[in-house]
């Protein structure tokens, strides 16, 4: 792994908790191998594109890393729903990652949903910097409707696991509980590799926005430096 920078930002308001602050430790690579970053992942590291991150807040824990063992995974009776209003309806088209308009205009789509449901920050994002120019080879997830896109993820594949890095979908059809149907879909991928773990980023209680990640079961949070089952 070749390093540029490290730093750790500024204290601003927490985006999951807003009555909190956050903080991040921040890594810039040039370079480095899936496998490398699968060791930082384990430590509870995330990544876009080329900044991987961690947070660094000292006065709160409440993001905890989570993962989800694809052997002991059963689908509760939603989840199971959302994969029979999806499968064999959607169609899946795995690729590289690039920047098109019609990408761009879906993100945006999303993320001013997001912001009016759920008052997510409006600040601008460098979808290339985020999500297309990555230190190591990611997979994009393209998900459409007839020939309509409609959802799109970004995955990474590391030596124990996939690890989700970010996916948004079309508001009209959020219906479809797409993130879920997401999240099934890369643990049957998983589980045909076959790969142990599939990594889902931060949980944080109290948070809209990542409380969903709790409802895959049984599943694995890293607290205090080791992975424990979630009761």
Known sequence: ???????VSAADQCQYLHDR??????????TATADEYGERLRLGWRRFGHALFKPSCPACSMCRSLRIPVVTFHADRSQKRAWKA???????VVGTPSETSEKRA?????HSYQHDSKGWSNAATDY?????????KTEEWCYYLDDRLIAVGYVDRVDDGLSAIYFYYDPRERHRSLGTFNVLSIVNAARAA???????????????????????????????GRWTLAP
């Open 86 to 92: 999806n499968d064999g309806v959607l169609r899946l």
């Open 128 to 136: 290339t910097e985020m999500f297309v120019l990555n230190p190591f």
């Open 194 to 224: 076959p790969l142990p773990y599939v990594y889902l980023g931060y949980y944080v209680e109290g948070c809209r926005s990542l409380e969903y990640k709790a409802r895959f079961r049984p599943h694995e949070r890293l607290e205090y």
């Open 1 to 7: 792994m070749q390093t540029l920078m490290t730093f």
């Open 21 to 30: 602050d956050w903080q991040f430790e921040y890594e810039i690579v040039a």
């Open 106 to 110: 879906l993100f945006e789509a999303f």
